[in-house]
């Protein structure tokens, strides 16, 4: 069965450290890559994505995802972040032509100022 | 402001109550979705609508009834519920084909007593 895996399930860090949040799933065919962030309190919002292309992402608030396909990841990264980055962020995948949408487990980030 | 609506925000409902969750988008979206979140957990699917069909049904118990109207509503009849399914019921809707990524509602918080 296809599964999402994020390594780190809790991350601390002080405003200015660099971020890069691991994704690894299991599905050798065609996938869509999926970063989404839930703020405390907030719904779902998508970060970025990936179904093609430059496997360099750039998505809103300073996020860049990279897709590497022989190491079946999709990391998150963000050069310097914010107090504001403060939520739980979650790895999804999409595989072929299906309509479901795979979960990784979460990362909860904390940003101390 | 996201651009699914779910109504109501917060339910409470004894086990022998009848109750229903909204969800309406006005994106011109043909695939919507019901997805559970336990707390600290990622969210599950649960069913999944394309073209007001129904075309995923993750093993979901028959307490939980979906229904899709038209193409810009979705409901999830709710019948003899468990305590166990007290959680965060989040809808989404996308483009057909999730390569496009889900928008996602704010959730019903439902509590079941």
């Known amino acids: 069965a296809q599964s999402v895996s994020q390594h780190n399930h809790h991350v601390i860090l002080s405003e200015a450290a660099s971020l890069e949040l691991g994704c690894n799933y299991s599905?050798?065919?065609?996938?869509?890559l999926f970063w989404y962030v839930q703020y405390p309190g907030q719904h779902l919002q998508l970060l970025l994505k990936?179904?093609?292309?430059?496997?360099l992402v750039k998505g809103i608030k300073g996020f860049e995802a990279e897709f590497i396909k022989s190491k079946f990841s999709f990391n998150l990264r963000k050069p310097s972040v914010q107090w504001s980055d403060t939520a739980e962020y979650f790895c999804?995948?999409?595989?072929?032509?299906?309509?479901?949408?795979?979960f990784g487990t979460g990362t909860r980030l904390q940003v101390f100022p | 402001d996201t651009e699914v609506t779910q109504t109501p925000k917060h339910l409470v409902m004894g086990m022998t109550n009848k109750k229903s969750l909204k969800c309406e988008q006005h994106?011109?979206?043909?695939?919507m979705y019901w997805y559970k979140q336990k707390a600290k957990k990622p969210p599950e699917l649960m069913f999944v609508?394309?073209?007001?069909?129904?075309?995923i049904n993750e093993s979901v118990p028959s307490r939980f009834s979906p229904e899709c109207p038209n193409s810009s509503l979705l409901n999830l009849h709710l019948h003899a519920l468990q305590p166990e399914d007290s959680a965060l019921y989040l809808c989404?809707?996308?483009?057909?084909?999730?390569?496009?990524?889900?928008?996602f509602g704010s959730g019903t918080r439902l509590t079941v007593v």
């Open positions: 994106m011109g979206h043909r695939a």
């Open positions: 990936y179904f093609s292309g430059d496997p």
């Open positions: 609508y394309s073209y007001e069909k129904l075309s």
């Open positions: 999804a995948v999409n595989v072929g032509n299906t309509d479901k949408l795979i």
């Open positions: 989404a809707s996308s483009q057909v084909g999730t390569k496009y990524g889900y928008t």
């Open positions: 599905y050798g065919g065609t996938v869509n």
